[in-house]
């Protein structure tokens, strides 16, 4: 497996060898993913195999689902009174029955890798896993903690609403552990009208920030002391899941508010508001730094059998046609040249990449591509990224690798799969004769290590 | 010719070999397409070469007319009354005086390889290549029923308008000839107002049935008569050729028949009547187990010249952009989870693939990834695809290929083509450490062979 | 670097460097740039080297741009006031600092090709590369037309907008210098009512034509005079840049074109006019034979500080999705199929090379696809046509590669990449046996040479 991914071209494969030799070992930085930060705040074991590999994880229950196998089997919980399988046992069986419908996914391989680099568990994957890794787990050297320092986790960022009141956090920097856990900034609850319950998330923004959300100014107001506390916790980055990138001043925009509190907002009006308000956190961040992250272009909850049985985020989203070019140009035209502001673009539609995203971050210096992201997070579409900006933005408009999971244990694996992607296209760079082996032993530890840390402001 | 289509790379090729020696003598499936069941019906020799193999295919008469060489020189017949050229070996000689323009096409691999494999005639077609064919068509072996068992083709479905008396079906069925010919049921003229005539077909389709079709009801009830009498005929399948992806309730759909029957009907109302039309047959299909075939995206006739002076369906269709995630939600709200319905969706728009296409068959059980179609049936775009969506989709949500060809002859080679490109993506997943090899052993199987008979239901 | 840019696998790499060998030598045909002709005219050293590889080059300045690094220390002068550095040595150096940024980007590759190749000077590009490249610059044999000679140019169009006397092209002319030098008919300046400043404009198309252009049809009489000035000037070609690619009769233009000269015209009539012009372009090409091309699909001055500060065309234009199937629908229903129309398409949306492009251009005689143009004039984005476009449109539909550039001494590299990259796409055709190596040798040739010369009436 010391040439996984590399590819078969002995000459080509060589060069890829030498190059992520090269990064191999340097620390891994995560700026952006979803791990629940009390794992390592109470750093117990984890539970059984199913609950820590399974059933979390959406890549995982989607796949059988597209073969007629409900979540509840793996163990996902219905919200609609529907029953769960619960025997852990049970629902490994049901996964390793279905392990061949994952060939030639990324799942497959961070799956094999995690057992095999993590537990010391060989594929394939079968029932016997389960007992094997059970055992593992048991172990002290697999709690959350020690796993942290085995992984070289510099820094790992975990996301959370102004709602949230850190108190993991708070947990965390209490105990004076060493391992560095930051927090991000998502507004997304708090900002997004369409989501049931709005009215009452502001409501609750109001008393965790005391200031009066009654008004529009009371919201901004509460947003900005929400950032601080994040700041302290930390925080370097806000990130901003939209269905658009569309980024617009709405001139009634405090009207807009007060219909949206009243359950009157029309969906155009909504989508007017997180444009409006992309606005305004361009705004916030000029002043106190944070670094914006976009992520539009999913149509949330388009699975409706599983958003009525099992809830949001589930699984149930499907990306959409995403318009970079004109979307951006209000707030390219605003800041795009003030060096106090920093976006972070990602995209979930791959057929932007050389017409509207490498020309845009290749032309303005406030935004950076972000990494391939969800549906984009695997080999394939790792290299065609690189293939697809690299000529018109270059490898210094990119951000660096962000591996956007909540499965703790896969992290390693994600990370070492970006760079071995970028070894395999740097080499061939180099076997082409376009890049030294020097420019691209600098470029590749740039790529993995120094530029997320500077993108970040890690 | 024996490494055709391989990766060049030697490891690769190694592997590639391996893979497509484990299916290349596999039965084929051919689950969709437009032979002329007639042809086998009848079993008569092949008319002469020019009108086997040039004169009908249209990707050979367009390549020529993009060179300014008109349809008629190739021996298409006229609609506005001018003259075509009849002469066999003139239209020979014109078409081998142009062949360098199919070089890089998969037209050029498909008529090469035919000719070598089904007529044992080596490369470069030349004007004496007409003699060599023309001497084969009239021995016995070249005739359509010793070229079915030849071919290895296990079921052959061909596609049919509910207005058709399927008597070509009947008599095959009637004479005791043991090779297995379906039909597929194809009712796009009678759904499409847009479609000149549709009044008079409409009227047709009551008299076939037996049905009142000046109601909706009854037009309904006839579609449903039809249906019954081709899966008599072996059908397992529909197929759905429309403009759009769309699929919607139209709660005025009695009153848009009403106003098509009386030529009335706006191109609107037209989609309109579509898109509910494509949620009826879903209906029709939880009931009597038809596997919907959706073909969306194509600018039917968008050649205005070739449609008036040609007719229909010669070869003047455009591709146009396809929207898939927010067109097909209705349907898959309402039965996307439901085991009694099968959607197989096509498209010819690749910049959808990531985006919406593996996304929705990697989420939904009900829909499957059909093969690349048309323009995109060919080496480089089956690459494409594999690359793709398997990622996100895998392997087991795709339906295997189909042959979509008119061209009787050309079937074998385009399913070895297809086992090929298989073989080829797979032998780099084994060469890159992805796959083990009898992982992949066992997954070219199933593409070839395994997936489209359960797919298909043959 | 006699392997540059060819596939590392060693069976293909020897087939590439074989096709590769048989154009090396061919003369140049550059049907397409914009070098100014008053360089060839005058025939002195080029000044600095700043001023000669940096400053006037947007892939430059772009990119140190979007690192925050303003044009103006790069030497670009400001139309806003402010200050612009002057000194060439302190230009210098600051590029050579970024160098790093271009590491993957064509600009990389041609700028260190054009070093090596035309002054001798190898890489890597440091400080110490400017004094080399200046004393270089002062010898007679780097002059203009003694490079033209060495360049090995047959041909060299240039481009002019109707307002344009040619007294550069006429100086050339008179001199009796025998290297081919011809205009291209460029008139967007004149027919873009949202362009400030069109009414003076048309004024002075009105005077140096010596038509009444106060009426639609004197301006369409001044267009045609101006293009057969330019036919006497070697004009093959015209060439629009327009944001879309629709054509479109408007009744109205007549009225659209005097509210245009009154200032008065909206957007919409804006686009009504431009894309009736494309019609009235086509019907004078029918007369006069010159080969329309069409840019369409930049969103010009996108970046609003740039223009504000720089001016126009200082590399602030981004793409925007761009659709082509209806959009040429009436040009094409109208003159498709008129041997007297030849039009060349290009695009910035690369995702429309298999749905729209091929199709269209495999399908009308009077399309042919122009080459990969600005920001996908590189290896990665030339190989992606090739492997798109090729199995729909074959090779004979396109159109031959077309440098587009200022940077007169980029040229033969540029034209080199286009040559290196088919050769690698060839081999690997012949590799995988789908052409014969004979094959593969006519078709480079006709690719790099005879193509252009057909296509562009050379």
Same mark, same amino acid.
């Given at each position: 497996m010391e040439d996984l991914l590399f590819p078969a071209d002995q000459r080509t494969r060589e060069i890829a060898r030498e190059l992520f030799a090269h990064v191999r !070992?340097?620390?891994?930085?995560?700026? +952006?993913? +979803?791990?629940?930060? =009390?794992?390592?705040a109470d750093d117990a074991a984890f539970p059984d195999p199913a609950q820590l590999i399974i059933t979390p994880d959406h890549y995982l229950t989607r796949m059988l689902l597209s073969q007629g196998i409900p979540p509840s089997e793996l163990g996902v919980r219905r919200v609609d009174g529907g029953q769960t399988q619960t025997d852990p046992r049970r629902i490994w069986r049901t996964f390793a029955d279905n392990w061949h419908l994952f060939r030639g996914t990324p799942s497959k391989l961070w799956l094999e890798q995690t057992l095999r680099q993590v537990f010391g568990i060989e594929p394939p994957l079968t029932y016997e896993t389960y007992d094997q890794l059970a055992e593992k787990l048991g172990q002290p050297e697999f709690r959350p903690r020690a796993l942290f320092a085995k992984f070289n986790l510099e820094v790992l960022a975990t996301t959370e609403s102004p709602l949230d009141d850190l108190s993991r956090h708070a947990k965390l920097r209490a105990d004076g552990w060493l391992g560095k856990v930051i927090t991000t900034f998502r507004p997304d609850d708090v900002v997004d009208m369409d989501w049931a319950g709005w009215p009452d998330r502001v409501a609750r923004l109001g008393e965790i920030s005391g200031c009066d959300t009654s008004t529009f100014e009371g919201f901004l107001e509460a947003l900005r002391q929400r950032r601080e506390v994040f700041i302290e916790f930390g925080a370097t980055c806000s990130d901003h899941g939209h269905p658009t990138a569309q980024v617009a001043i709405a001139d009634d925009v405090a009207?807009?508010?007060?219909?949206?509190? &009243?359950?009157?907002?029309?969906? =155009? %009006?909504? %989508?007017?508001?997180?444009? $409006?308000?992309?606005? %305004?956190?361009?705004?916030?961040?000029?002043?106190?730094?944070?670094?914006?992250?976009? $992520?539009?272009?999913?149509?949330? /909850? +388009? /699975? @409706?059998?599983? +958003? @009525?049985? #099992?809830?949001?985020?589930?699984?149930?989203?499907?990306?959409?046609?995403? !318009?970079?070019?004109?979307?951006?140009?209000?707030?390219?035209?605003?800041?795009?040249?003030?060096?106090?502001?920093?976006?972070?673009?990602?995209?979930?539609? !791959? #057929?932007?990449?050389? &017409?509207?995203?490498?020309?845009?971050?290749? =032309?303005?210096?406030?935004?950076?591509?972000?990494?391939? *992201?969800?549906?984009?997070?695997?080999? %394939?579409?790792? @290299?065609? *990224?690189?293939?697809?900006?690299?000529?018109?933005?270059?490898? #210094?408009?990119?951000a660096g690798f962000v591996d956007d999971t909540r499965a703790y244990c896969s992290i390693p694996v994600r990370h070492e799969v970006s760079r071995r992607v970028d070894a395999g296209f740097l080499a061939r760079l180099v076997a082409e004769h376009r890049l030294s082996l020097d420019e691209a032993l600098e470029t590749i530890a740039d790529l993995a290590y120094n530029l997320p840390k500077k993108v970040f402001k890690l």
């Open positions: !070992e340097l620390p891994l930085i995560s700026p +952006h993913g +979803h791990v629940d930060p =009390g794992i390592l009207a807009i508010y007060q219909r949206g509190l &009243r359950g009157m907002a029309s969906p =155009g %009006e909504a %989508e007017a508001f997180r444009a $409006h308000m992309l606005m %305004e956190f361009a705004r916030m961040s000029l002043d106190d730094g944070l670094v914006m992250q976009l $992520h539009p272009g999913s149509s949330r /909850n +388009h /699975n @409706r059998y599983l +958003h @009525r049985a #099992y809830g949001r985020d589930t699984g149930g989203d499907i990306p959409q046609a995403t !318009e970079y070019t004109f979307a951006l140009k209000p707030l390219l035209d605003a800041y795009g040249h003030d060096p106090r502001l920093r976006v972070v673009i990602y995209t979930l539609d !791959e #057929y932007t990449y050389t &017409r509207e995203m490498a020309p845009l971050a290749g =032309g303005y210096p406030a935004l950076f591509l972000g990494a391939p *992201w969800w549906f984009l997070d695997a080999p %394939e579409a790792l @290299r065609r *990224w690189r293939e697809a900006v690299t000529e018109t933005a270059g490898f #210094y408009n990119t």
